[in-house]
């Protein structure tokens, strides 16, 4: 967040006596041309050995304090120099501030910088052309590398990293503002690329300090690539190691089931980056991760993995295992078990006889799950609450053919709405009339208060209703009807010219009833018919005596 405020005391305390005693002078004698405090910024102008700096500090805390300032002092040593102090100062003392032109030499100016040692200053922005030059022919050879305070890398998840920026020329080490941009250089073609990406995929501007979040130093990282290296401070070089750092593990059974991951290094990481990919700093050098990003938490400390993960991370480890991954088991893998079971489909209606709604869900033991189109998809192994080891493979398969036979029904996805339309009441009766009275016996229907209500006050459902008369001398005789629950009695013609129709469905009965024909039990009785060839004669069937026992049980 920064500071909200400052005060003379901590300018002395961290610029120290030297650069605090000049800062006054500046400001005493009129040099600070501006100076304003904003988001813990304190930001202005100053006059200086004939030239106009940009100065200013940026606050982060009472320790960690930017300096903004291009001069010499700041690019070489990374103090705090007294044109910052003394911007810093003239917000806490707007009045002593100067208007001034900028060309104005103040009086008394103190130690006034030779213009022979000030470097051409400028505001240094994002640039529209690459930060140097190259040429093959170039005399100079130039590459860009990068140091880091000497604790940087003993962190976990740090917020944020600050790097300096240094460019060599000829093995030769400068400050990357000190180098003649108007000069060609030998640029290798990664340093190239490198600082292509630094200015404008990062959109860094040229100086001397970058600060960057953890993500983009691992990418940093892994664009410098193996046999590179960063700086801690100016004298220890971490090189970059190409080879992936797999954590070796101890993987244990709770007694809840779960899966327990935890570390087992003799020596743990010093540093941590996560990014794409994570690194770790580890034996004095840095390393990539090559674990998951979900386990990465494992570094720290023990990771417990959910019941319903556990099938799917025992495959993971198994694979990792064979491919020589440090891995210790403290359980044995063939404790788990995988067994089938057939799943239960639910399915919930609701509406009338102008729009039905369905909603249909599958059970595996006491889970239940939803399907539909835009169901993401659940887990393939379900957790046995009566096991900790046992899991419930799931069958997709029969999931899908569930709702391809809602679909085929006539039913319609409605994404807005979370569940499967039927609409018009003729698409609805023919709905009713067969593939509802199927899954009443298949699955498990339950029916709104409303619909079931309506459907019991305007609906009848017509089955054959077979008798047999008798049986004697090498003859099975029956007769079938379809009665009516008001008395009425459809006819055998009336039934085959329906089916024939594809109508399965008439207003006919007294109470006003819409009496549908069970198509499933008359394509039953009509294929038990084709089997037996009967005799037909005034309504009586007669069948051979060897049929008797198949149609005894085919009308029970």
């Known amino acids: ?80 120099c007294a044109h910052s102090v003394a911007v810093a100062l003239g917000t806490l003392f707007p009045d002593e501030v100067s208007s001034s032109p900028k060309n104005r030499q103040p009086k008394g100016e103190p130690e006034a910088e030779s213009a022979g040692n000030v470097p051409r ?70 340093d190239q690329e490198l600082m292509l990406w630094l200015q404008q995929d ?32 100016r004298k220890q070089t971490i090189p970059i190691d190409e080879e992936v750092w797999f954590p070796p593990m101890e993987v244990g059974l709770k007694s809840s089931g779960e899966l327990r991951l935890s570390l087992a290094c003799v020596r ?47 495959h993971r480890l198994e694979r990792w295992a064979g491919s020589g991954f440090p891995i210790r088991w403290l359980c044995e893998v063939n404790c788990f078990e995988m067994v089938d079971q057939k799943p239960v489909f639910h ?45 419930i493979l799931r069958n997709p398969s029969l999931e899908h053919e569930a709702w391809g ?55 009848e459902t017509i089955e054959p209703s077979v008798r047999v008369s008798g049986s004697a001398g090498g003859w099975f005789d029956f007769s079938v009807s379809y009665p009516t629950t008001s008395g009425e009695m459809l006819s055998q013609d009336e039934v085959w010219s329906l089916l024939r129709s594809g109508r399965t469905y008439q207003k006919r009965s007294k109470d006003g009833k819409v009496l549908l024909l069970d198509t499933q039990a008359m394509e039953e009785f009509q294929e038990v018919l084709v089997d037996a060839q009967p005799q037909q004669t005034r309504g009586t069937f007669r069948v051979a005596q060897a049929h008797a026992s198949f149609l005894e049980k085919t009308f029970e």
């Open 268 to 314: 743990p990481p010093q540093g941590f980056f996560p990014g794409q990919p994570s690194y770790v700093f580890l034996g004095d050098c840095l390393k990539p991760v090559g674990i998951p990003g979900d386990w990465l938490s494992l570094l720290q400390q023990p990771l417990d993995i959910k019941r319903e993960e556990v099938p799917a991370t025992l």
């Open 347 to 391: 399915l919930h209606l609701e509406g009338g006889l102008a729009r039905m709604d369905a909603r249909l869900k599958v059970r595996y033991a006491s889970h239940s799950y939803e399907i539909s189109p835009s169901q993401p998809a659940a887990l393939a192994c379900i957790p046995d609450a009566d096991s900790p080891t046992r899991y």
């Open 121 to 190: 200053v400028t505001q240094e922005t994002k640039s529209p052309g690459p930060w140097f030059r190259h040429d093959d022919q170039a005399k100079n050879s130039l590459s860009i590398r990068f140091l880091l305070s000497p604790n940087s890398l003993a962190q976990w998840l740090p917020a944020e990293l600050s790097l300096m920026l240094e460019v060599l020329r000829d093995s030769e080490a400068f400050p990357i503002m000190a180098m003649d941009r108007n000069k060609a250089y030998r640029i290798s073609e990664r």
């Open 405 to 459: 036979n809602l679909v085929r029904s006539g039913f319609h996805w409605s994404p807005s709405d979370g569940f499967a339309r039927l609409q018009g009441q003729e698409s609805i009766l023919q709905f009713l009339s067969g593939p509802y009275l199927w899954m009443q016996k298949e699955w498990q229907v339950r029916l709104e208060e409303r619909l079931s209500f309506s459907l019991e006050k305007n609906i």
């Open 202 to 233: 990062q959109q860094c501007v040229l100086g001397p300090v970058w600060r960057v979040n953890s993500s983009t130093f691992s990418t940093l990282l892994e664009k410098l690539g193996s046999g590179s290296c960063v700086m801690l401070g």
């Open 1 to 80: 967040m920064g500071l909200e405020s400052i005060n003379e005391k901590l300018l002395a305390r961290s610029a120290g006596w030297e650069a605090m005693k000049r800062a006054r002078q500046y400001l005493a004698s009129g040099a600070v041309l501006e100076a304003t405090w904003r988001d813990s910024k304190a930001l202005g102008k100053i006059q200086a050995g004939g030239q106009v700096y940009q100065a200013g500090l940026h606050f982060e805390s009472e320790l960690d304090i930017d300096n903004q300032c291009p001069c010499r002092d700041s690019r070489q040593s990374g103090l705090l």
